[in-house]
């Protein structure tokens, strides 16, 4: 994958095949130390120990269409690639958090990417879900929670063209102001 936002989008569809009915993402930014971290946290099924374990492995896999899981491996390993870290911890029952710490001033750091269109693509294709988008830069931060959004529209379904359109701009705008941008 060319951007991290394929990667959280990769990880957030676990969420959603684990059963979560929230799922968190928080991404934060610290321009003075070159880091940048995400943790996504879920109130799926969860997984033990010998599983989260494995799930590293990028030849173990919980689905049958296929032999090989790459999705949390490669995550990983792009951390890992700018000397940053990878953890990933789960209660059965209770949910799973994953956490990647990239530095940005390595070579091997990928783009960001566009994670106003991940973030509307998850709501979009998942609209009875709940998600909520955490951005802070440098102590500056907002929030998007679709549980304010579902909460305002009064029964309009988050995958409604227009509600998805205002979605994305709000990201993108208050995503621009907390980088810094008019």
């Known amino acids: 994958m060319r951007e991290l936002s394929l990667h959280i989008l990769d990880v957030a569809q676990n969420s959603v095949k684990a059963g979560a009915t929230l799922t968190t ?19 799926g099924c969860g997984m033990d120990e010998t599983t989260v374990r494995r799930v590293i492995d990028p030849f ?8 090989v899981g ?4 490669f995550f990983k390993m792009e951390a ?13 029952g209770q949910g799973t958090t994953v956490s990647a710490l990239f530095h940005t001033d390595h070579i091997d750091c990928l783009p960001v990417g566009d994670m106003a269109g991940t973030v509307t693509a998850l709501v ?32 309009v379904p988050l995958n409604n063209p227009d509600v998805v359109q205002f979605m994305k701009e709000f990201l993108e705008e208050n995503s621009e102001t907390i980088y810094g941008g008019a």
């Open 25 to 43: 993402i928080e991404q934060t930014v610290d321009t003075a130390a070159h880091t940048l971290r995400f943790t996504i946290t879920d109130n």
């Open 80 to 92: 890992e690639n700018t000397g940053g870290s990878f953890s990933i911890s789960s209660v059965p």
């Open 124 to 155: 979009q294709c998942n609209p009875q879900l709940d998600f909520v988008y955490r951005l802070c830069v440098d102590g500056r931060s907002f929030v998007m929670d679709t549980r304010e959004f579902r909460e305002q529209l009064e029964g």
């Open 60 to 67: 173990f896999t919980s689905r049958t269409t296929r032999k």
């Open 70 to 73: 790459l999705g949390i491996p």
